[in-house]
């Protein structure tokens, strides 16, 4: 018994001093992920600040060699996800750190339900993910309910950490108006934490058909605006990538290809809160907020404008907001808005929508109907 309690204070010293202990749950589990640890070489140990740097584009020999530690990184961790009820996608091309990230575990049903996104896959293949930003990572729950997992902390973070937690508290996750990603878990490796969301497909994928589905996905992004300012959070980031909406469509030659997905019940959110300011009372940031409605009007513009001639101010509400110095606020903004579109009778919202896209000081038009989803299936 002696032997065997001198060997066991000899082995936690050396993996606390030779490999460094890893403190996670309990002693059985702590040894397994230092000795891991230590056959992996320590790949949550990085000579940057910030462990997930993804390293200059522009410099494609640095690039490609931080992608590829990225990666590790997530395979590393891979049984840690598990461990919590989350299947990691996996690269099945591991000699191409460009290759698609795949599930592996079974799917469950195509409409789980809320906070989970309808899916319209026709086979795994459809839930491919590129694995472009390195904070994020695709897994299914063990009901086969699709997942992202985003690491928020390090250089920027815990800020989104912050925001996602305030947002997703129980007063304000019921707020009518927050149309922020639903907030599902937080998990901790080490120093690292990972925020667990559910995974919802881009809201610029699939064809707007009819007015009506145009002033609802407006309606939707310029309420989350003024909640967000209404509750002193700039977001800092509103781009055509951080608009979401609960559906998956499988992919298409185009993100007009498909149709029948914005049906009124249809949910949209915005995401990734790196770059949030959450302001203290005291604290000024209107230059913040005036950013914001200025990214809001250039996300929103190119499919708004595409109904302009039924709703008439729209153009000169976006000229507003895109202008840096003025006083428009997020409030006004939604209340012109709102002007604009009530009392719209049903023919109106129910009238096709031709052009698909306005950029540049020009229309783009579909050459052939969208493919309605809901007959595939």
Same mark, same amino acid.
Request: charged fraction near 20%.
């Given at each position: 018994?002696?032997?065997?309690?001198?060997?066991?204070?000899?082995?936690?010293?050396?993996?606390?001093?030779?490999?460094?202990?890893?403190?996670?749950?309990?002693?059985?589990?702590?040894?397994?992920?230092?000795?891991?640890?230590?056959?992996?070489?320590?790949?949550?140990?990085?000579?940057?600040?910030?462990?997930?740097?993804?390293?200059?584009?522009?410099? #494609? !020999?640095?690039?490609?060699?931080?992608?590829?530690? =990225? %990666?590790?990184?997530?395979? +590393?961790?891979?049984?840690? /996800? $598990?461990?919590?009820?989350?299947?990691?996608?996996?690269?099945?091309?591991?000699?191409?750190?460009?290759?698609?990230?795949?599930?592996?575990?079974?799917?469950?049903?195509?409409?789980?339900?809320?906070?989970?996104?309808?899916?319209?896959?026709?086979?795994?293949?459809?839930?491919?993910?590129?694995?472009?930003?390195?904070?994020?990572?695709?897994?299914?729950?063990?009901?086969?309910?699709?997942?992202?997992?985003?690491?928020?902390?390090?250089?920027?973070?815990?800020?989104?950490?912050?925001?996602?937690?305030?947002?997703?508290?129980?007063?304000? #996750? !019921?707020?009518?108006?927050?149309?922020?990603?639903? =907030? %599902?878990?937080?998990?901790? +490796?080490?120093?690292?934490? /990972? $925020?667990?969301?559910?995974?919802?497909?881009?809201?610029?994928?699939?064809?707007?058909?009819?007015?009506?589905?145009?002033?609802?996905?407006?309606?939707?992004?310029?309420?989350?605006?003024?909640?967000?300012?209404?509750?002193?959070?700039?977001?800092?980031?509103?781009?055509?990538?951080?608009?979401?909406?609960?559906?998956?469509?499988?992919?298409?030659?185009?993100?007009?290809?498909?149709?029948?997905?914005?049906?009124?019940?249809?949910?949209?959110?915005?995401?990734?809160?790196?770059?949030?300011?959450?302001?203290?009372?005291?604290?000024?940031?209107?230059?913040?907020?005036?950013?914001?409605?200025?990214? =809001?009007?250039?996300?929103?513009?190119?499919?708004?404008?595409?109904?302009?001639?039924?709703?008439?101010?729209?153009?000169?509400?976006?000229?507003?907001?895109?202008?840096?110095?003025?006083?428009?606020?997020?409030?006004?903004?939604?209340?012109?808005?709102?002007?604009?579109?009530?009392?719209?009778?049903?023919?109106?919202?129910?009238?096709?929508?031709?052009?698909?896209?306005?950029?540049?000081?020009?229309?783009?038009?579909?050459?052939?109907?969208?493919?309605?989803?809901?007959?595939?299936?």
């Amino acid at each position: 018994m002696l032997v065997f309690l001198t060997f066991a204070v000899l082995l936690i010293w050396f993996l606390v001093r030779r490999l460094g202990f890893v403190r996670v749950g309990a002693i059985h589990t702590a040894i397994y992920w230092t000795a891991r640890s230590w056959a992996w070489n320590y790949p949550l140990t990085s000579a940057c600040p910030d462990l997930w740097y993804t390293g200059d584009p522009n410099d #494609r !020999q640095l690039f490609l060699r931080e992608k590829t530690r =990225l %990666i590790r990184i997530w395979t +590393f961790l891979r049984p840690f /996800f $598990a461990s919590r009820g989350y299947d990691l996608f996996l690269n099945k091309q591991p000699n191409n750190i460009f290759g698609l990230l795949l599930p592996v575990s079974p799917r469950g049903c195509q409409n789980p339900g809320h906070p989970f996104a309808q899916n319209h896959y026709r086979h795994d293949d459809d839930a491919a993910f590129s694995f472009f930003a390195p904070r994020v990572w695709p897994a299914r729950d063990s009901q086969g309910r699709e997942i992202m997992i985003k690491a928020v902390s390090g250089r920027k973070p815990p800020r989104e950490l912050c925001a996602l937690r305030k947002l997703n508290s129980p007063t304000l #996750r !019921q707020h009518p108006m927050n149309h922020t990603i639903p =907030l %599902i878990d937080v998990l901790v +490796f080490k120093e690292e934490m /990972f $925020a667990v969301m559910p995974r919802w497909g881009s809201a610029l994928c699939g064809a707007f058909s009819t007015v009506g589905e145009i002033v609802r996905y407006g309606q939707a992004f310029f309420e989350v605006v003024h909640f967000l300012h209404a509750h002193r959070i700039a977001h800092g980031d509103i781009s055509g990538q951080n608009l979401v909406m609960d559906v998956v469509p499988p992919e298409g030659p185009d993100p007009y290809y498909y149709g029948g997905l914005r049906d009124a019940n249809r949910k949209y959110a915005l995401i990734d809160f790196e770059t949030t300011l959450i302001a203290a009372d005291d604290e000024d940031i209107d230059s913040a907020y005036r950013r914001d409605l200025h990214d =809001l009007a250039r996300t929103l513009e190119p499919t708004l404008r595409c109904a302009e001639d039924m709703l008439p101010g729209l153009v000169s509400l976006l000229d507003d907001m895109k202008m840096l110095n003025s006083p428009l606020t997020a409030s006004v903004a939604l209340a012109r808005y709102q002007d604009i579109c009530k009392d719209l009778p049903a023919a109106i919202l129910n009238s096709p929508v031709q052009a698909v896209s306005f950029m540049n000081g020009k229309f783009s038009y579909r050459h052939s109907d969208p493919v309605i989803l809901s007959s595939m299936l």
